[in-house]
């Protein structure tokens, strides 16, 4: 077997922490009030957030 380098976790991008903020406040806030369309999207925006977030601490400079 190879030897693999340990799993480092890295802060994400300020940018991508952001996206993925407004995005997971919005799907809380669009499941909670009815806020036209994005009331039908509320658990994708929380899973879309919940991603970038992980795939922007997996990798560095994502």
């Known amino acids: 077997?190879?030897?693999?380098?340990?799993?480092?976790p890295s802060a994400p991008v300020t940018g991508l922490w952001i996206v993925a903020l407004i995005l997971g406040a919005l799907g809380i806030l669009a499941h909670y009030t009815?806020?036209?369309?994005?009331?039908?999207?509320n658990y994708e925006m929380l899973l879309i957030a919940f991603l970038l977030l992980a795939v922007g601490t997996a990798y560095r400079r994502v």
């Open 34 to 41: 009815p806020i036209g369309q994005l009331s039908r999207y």
């Open 1 to 8: 077997m190879t030897k693999r380098k340990n799993f480092q």
